[in-house]
Structure formats: structure tokens, C-alpha cells
């Protein structure tokens, strides 16, 4: 679906509602404290029960025997988990491993790459915090150039930000990072396109894509790119540490995992799928979430949630008469819209809007200084419905006007 005809279906009357198994019936079935207003699943996710009661099973599955759980079944229940993420993402299973969350797979394939005095590699300003700070001590370290090539915010069209990436890559550029959602601001970026400009200049592609999955439906063999990088936590249910890397075939032997063990001359998957003895019920946990989204219906949960982070982006806009950070075909399920407030924002102040609305009004959301405005970014949920962001535009602007 284009970008035009998305934004007619956002627009169509509320008569075509979303089924009625979404949003609030759909609230019990989640573990939040049920008088939650929670716009923040973009986060740290938020398990349903059928999820937590599969990982609780597999912890007490590995009690049962410890040492047979884990010289004897544990190995293929990896790799079968990996094929499941690997036939839900359109890739092979092999070419997937597990990691805690998507900092750790970012760090893996940073960590293992060799940079030489006078190297490039770009980025763009809406580089994840963590992952920046990743960037600065591998270039910094190998006395490598770190450049950020600038996207406007907020974003008039996709084609702005395959300008901006394009112009500040250059004979020296030997890697480029990018986001595929960016965390802030909730920009679902025109990911084809720019990793189609990379391989056009032969510049290998480590893709940030911490927020797609269960978001977009990301197909990996065809982006093409040289590393993707994920977490299943967050929009595809699955249980905290349940970060995923993938690697095309071809680079998967100059890869290391962030923690070097037994295995690591024994192949990608090998090195990656022994990082020392933990839980690995949240890797193993991938396949009932996988299983939790098909029982909604995955057609049905991108429809839901894109049309109610439409409207409730809208909804807040309309209320404070303010900014959206997106244009709406780069919307997934995060929208980011400018706070009206007589106090420049700081992220102190940023994060006391936070703290008030989360102890005095039972409201979670996301708040962020950027460019001195105060940015609410929304996260909307299959268990989320628009009566909850009609309590944010009414609670966030006296907040800010309290501070
Ligand atoms: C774009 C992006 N990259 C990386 C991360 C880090 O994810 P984690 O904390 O699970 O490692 C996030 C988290 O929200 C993110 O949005």
C-alpha cells in the first residue's frame, strides 16, 4: 500500500472500526496494571499472558533436568526458534542468532570490524543514543571519522532523508549505520531506498531495526542489506532478551558475538548461541509470540495499529494545535507531536512531564527535549484504543503549564 492510499485509509469514518478484539477487550489478556494508561509499548514491550505462560514453561522445562536442558536440548530449540523468527522476518533460520536486546547486536558487529586511520562511517542524527555512543569509541579508537549526516526534523518527505544520507558518503566511507525506526521521533525511514544507495557504492549496511519487527513487515532476504540488527521485545511480544542479529551469508565469518566463549571458532551460529550459561527462555519464548500475533491476526494488528497511531497523532495535533514529527506515510505504530508549554524544554524538565504524568495521573508515555520543544512520543498498542490518548491531550499541556 502507498503512502496515499494509507493516509485514506487513516482517514476513513469511524463506521470501518477496528474489530472488536483490539483495544480495551483485548487489555485483560496483557500482564499492565489494568488502570495503566500505557502509550509506551514501544520501550520495553509488554508481555500478554499466553507469552508469559510459554516462558515460564520452558524456565520450569530447564529445571526439571538443568544439565540435560542444556548439553542436549537446548541447542536445537535455538536454532528452531531462530527458523520461526527466520520464516516470520522472510530470511533463514541460519542466518539468525540471539542476543540479549538490539544494543548487544549493534555492538557485535561494530566490535568485530576493523577501521584504519581516515575511515568513514556515517550515520544520521536520529542514531540511537546507545548506538552513537557505540560508533564514537570503535572510530575513535581506530582514529576513524564518525559523520552524521543531518535529517530535518521535523520530516517533510522520505526523499530528504536518501539526500542527506547520500551526501555525506564519499570515497572514504566504509560503513553505513542506519535506523529502520528511529527511536525518538518514531520515523519509519525509507529503508530500501537507502540501503539500495549504499550497495550501489559498495558500502556495507548494518541496519538499526530495534523497533520493526511486529511494527513493519520486514523481509530480509529482500532488503539486501549487510547486517540487521533487532529486538523481538518490544512490537512482537516476546519476553525482555530477545535481541536478534542478522548477517548475510557472506559476512557472517568476520562476525563475533559481543562475548567470546567456547564456540567462537565454531561458525556464526555456534559462537552465538553458547554466550555462557543464562536463561534463555526469552530466545526460546520467540515462537509463542510469533504463535500469540497469528491467533490476532497479523493483517489485522498492522491495520489497528497504524490507523490508531494515525488518529491519535492527529487527535493531539488537532488538541494543541501543535506539530507532528512525521508525515503520515512514515508513521508505524509511534507518532511524535510538539507539546505546547510557556517553559523551554530541557530534558530535565522533559522527563519531570514523564514523572508527573506517570505517579499523579497513572499515564505512561514518552516525553523528549528536542530543538528546545518538549516532544510527546505516543506508542499505540493492540491493547490501546483512542480513549486513552484523548486523556493525554487533556493531562500533557497542563502538566507542562504546572512545571
Ligand atoms: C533505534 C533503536 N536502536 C537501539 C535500541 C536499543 O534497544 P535495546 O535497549 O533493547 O538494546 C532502541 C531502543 O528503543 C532503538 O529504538
Redesign the pocket.
Known sequence: MDVEERSQKDNAPPSSEAPEKFGRTLRAQFLLEPECTYLNH??YGALARPVADAANALRLQAERQPSRFMVEELPDLIRDSADSLGKYLGARGRDIVFVD????A?NAVLRSLAFLPGDEVVTTSFC?N??RKTLEFITERANARLVTAEIPFPLISPADTVQAIASSMTRRTRLLVV?H???ETGLVLPINDIVRLARSRNIPVLV?G??APGMLPVKLDQLDATWYAG?C??WLGAPRGS?FLWTYSDFQPRVRPTTISHFVSNGYNRAFDWPGTKDFSAWLSVPAAIDFRASLGEAEIYAYCRRLTARAARLLSDTWQSDMGSPRGMMGFVATVALPSPTKATPAAAERIRHVLRTNHNLETFVKAIDDRFWVRVSAYVYNDLSEFERLAELAPKVAAEL
Request: net charge negative; hydrophobic share 30%.
Open positions: 514501544g520501550s536486546n538490539a544494543t548487544t549493534v540511537y546507545a548506538v535506523d525506526v528511529s527511536s538499526d530495534a523497533h529486538n521485545h518490544k535481541g
